[in-house]
């Protein structure tokens, strides 16, 4: 079945450094590819997700791309603030309804 | 705003009693997903239901089962709890192909 692989575990990065984490699918019909926040005692939330037919998306500090070809995504944060200290997730799907998800990346914000 | 809710934050229950976990969205998704949240696991898929009376099995559905009777209720049943079903539980709904909404969560500890 889908896999998707995330690295790395946790990441800890200099505030005002860039971050990025990396997520690889399996399954080439994959064609959804979202990304989620999830801060300390909180819901997950999305941030960004991008759909297969874009290689890039940025919403301001965040953005997204995407290599089909070599099946992986990757997440890229700029000037990190310590607001930006989370679990990220990201998945991939190629369905309506159901998501398959990376075991989440804990980022770090050093002062 | 899409509000998601779920019936406790956090339960004790004992070994082999029936759980009850209840999840109501208030947006007329089509869609509800019970997740199971483990350290270092990410998010693993118990159940997902794309309508009403509808169930389909995730990753993980052994232990658990689910009853969607109404479109905004989607609840998740641990007939005889075990030690190894403490968890955290997550509830999301989504309006197909989209993102997903996440509840607050239900921290159960099962003694």
């Known amino acids: 079945g889908e896999n998707v692989e995330q690295h790395p575990s946790t990441l800890s990065v200099q505030e005002g450094d860039s971050a990025v984490i990396k997520c690889t699918y399996s399954d080439s019909a994959s064609n959804y590819f979202p990304w989620y926040k999830q801060e300390l005692g909180k819901r997950p939330q999305l941030i960004i997700d991008i759909r297969s037919n874009v290689g890039e998306k940025k919403d301001q500090r965040i953005a997204v791309t995407l290599n089909k070809t070599a099946k992986h995504f990757s997440l890229h944060i700029t000037e990190t603030q310590p607001e930006d200290s989370a679990v990220y997730f990201c998945?991939?799907?190629?369905?309506?309804?159901?998501?398959?998800w990376g075991a989440g990346t804990k980022l770090i914000i050093k002062p | 705003d899409v509000k998601v809710t779920q019936s406790s934050r956090y339960l004790v229950k004992r070994t082999g009693e029936k759980v009850f976990l209840e999840c109501v969205q208030d947006?007329?998704?089509?869609?509800m997903f019970w997740y199971r949240q483990d350290p270092g696991l990410g998010l693993r898929l118990i159940y997902f239901?794309?309508?009403?009376?509808?169930?389909e099995k995730g990753d993980i559905p052994e232990g658990y089962s689910v009853s969607r009777e109404k479109k905004e209720r989607f609840s998740l049943i641990l007939e005889s709890a075990s030690t190894n079903q403490t968890s955290m539980y997550l509830c999301?709904?989504?309006?197909?192909?989209?993102?997903?909404?996440f509840g607050p969560g239900t921290r159960l500890t099962v003694l």
């Open positions: 998945a991939a799907s190629k369905s309506n309804y159901q998501l398959i």
């Open positions: 999301a709904s989504s309006p197909s192909r989209n993102e997903q909404f």
């Open positions: 947006m007329d998704h089509e869609n």
């Open positions: 239901s794309y309508d009403v009376k509808m169930k």
